[in-house]
């Protein structure tokens, strides 16, 4: 069974600052990745995928993740971090082998923002 | 184009009580998955329909139930309500196995 770990449960950082969030997979085939934002009392915003091709792939307000199957990770990071990317981010694998997406999230990293 | 909606936002009930929560999917997307994310975890996945039909089930209890309907909108169920069932339920749609989109949730508190 597919399963997702977040080893960082919080993360502060400075505004201004870069930004790596860390996540591991456990997957037997070719995962498709996911990473989700929820705001607090919010849905699930997507980032962005990967499901084949490019490993760096480039997702919405400024963020981007690489996907490296020797580590099986699939972190996600931003050059500069703004007040407003506080929030928690989730990363998920899906796997479509039953016939259907299943997606399994990890437990989430909670970012602060300090100014 | 809206995208996912779910109603009711928030919701208080009782042990034993029985809920619906609905959802309306992105137009064009046939495919609904329900999720229940406990407060501190990730979402965990309850169920998926596809044109009606059922096509994937979590590890949830048989209290759990969903259909779906022609205009592919959906209905999550929860009969016998416990405290533990104190979540928020997302609900994503997708087009057949592809991305899945979530609406804002439904806040369940159990008292």
């Known amino acids: 069974a597919q399963s997702v770990t977040q080893p960082d449960i919080h993360i502060t950082v400075s505004e201004g600052a870069s930004l790596e969030l860390r996540c591991n997979y456990s997957?037997?085939?070719?995962?498709?990745l996911f990473w989700y934002v929820q705001s607090p009392g919010q849905g699930l915003q997507l980032l962005l995928k990967?499901?084949?091709?490019?490993?760096l792939v480039q997702g919405i307000k400024g963020f981007e993740a690489e996907f490296k199957r020797s580590q099986s990770s699939f972190n996600l990071r931003k050059p500069s971090v703004h007040w407003s990317d506080a929030a928690e981010y989730f990363c998920?694998?899906?796997?479509?082998?039953?016939?259907?997406?299943?997606?399994?999230f990890g437990t989430g990293t909670k970012l602060q923002v300090i100014p | 184009d809206a995208g996912v909606t779910q109603s009711p936002t928030h919701l208080i009930k009782t042990r034993g009580q029985q809920v619906t929560l609905r959802c309306s999917p992105i137009?064009?997307?046939?495919?609904v998955s329900w999720y229940q994310q406990v407060l501190g975890q990730g979402p965990q996945f309850i169920f998926q329909?596809?044109?009606?039909?059922?096509?994937g089930r979590g590890n949830f209890p048989d209290r759990f139930s969903a259909r779906q309907f022609p205009n592919y909108s959906s209905e999550l169920n929860v009969n016998a309500l416990l405290l533990g069932d104190s979540a928020l339920y997302l609900c994503?749609?997708?087009?057949?196995?592809?991305?899945?989109?979530f609406g804002p949730g439904t806040r369940l508190l159990v008292l």
């Open positions: 329909y596809y044109e009606k039909e059922e096509r």
């Open positions: 137009s064009g997307h046939k495919s």
């Open positions: 994503a749609s997708s087009i057949d196995r592809g991305t899945q989109y």
């Open positions: 997957y037997g085939a070719t995962p498709y």
């Open positions: 998920a694998v899906g796997d479509n082998s039953g016939g259907y997406q299943k997606v399994t």
């Open positions: 990967y499901f084949s091709g490019d490993t």
